[in-house]
């Protein structure tokens, strides 16, 4: 891995954010500055934090603090696709898609939470061997 760019979990998570800013589009107007973007911001923030994570992945503790961050946007998203569908702002087809989506990250993020060695530096880990 030469940046978090390259990570799978992130660009299943840049690519939930595009669907997210593509869908939203049609949302109503009176819901701009309120549904719009709070899911808008909360899936933009899931990339973010993976992005947080990886670059303090020397530090154990702050990768796991950066990453269930992560989790937790990616979680706060989940609940504004609930309310996108109950408010008929997304079909059912559209959510499941973008729920499945979203559960696929939840997982992949979960993996680097449980193990964050996966994911250090290694000429880090063999400084601190010495």
């Keep these: 891995m030469s940046t978090f ?3 799978t979990v992130y660009k299943k998570a840049f690519q ?4 997210v800013f593509k869908i939203s589009k049609g949302f109503p107007d009176e819901e ?3 549904l719009t973007s709070q899911i808008r911001r909360a899936s933009r923030s899931v990339c973010s934090c993976i992005g947080e994570a990886y670059r303090k992945r020397k530090y154990e503790a702050h990768f796991i603090s950066k990453s269930s961050d992560a989790d937790m946007e990616n979680t706060e998203t989940q609940v504004w696709l609930d309310f996108s569908l109950a408010c008929e ?3 059912n087809e559209s ?3 973008l729920l499945n989506l979203s559960e696929e990250i939840g997982r992949l993020i979960n993996h680097m939470i449980e193990n ?3 994911y ?3 000429r880090h880990l063999k400084l601190t061997t010495l």
């Design 5 to 7: 760019r390259d990570l």
């Design 95 to 97: 959510y499941d898609k």
């Design 120 to 122: 250090f530096d290694k």
């Design 89 to 91: 702002y997304i079909n």
């Design 32 to 34: 701009k500055f309120g």
């Design 16 to 19: 939930l954010a595009m669907e």
């Design 116 to 118: 964050p060695k996966n």
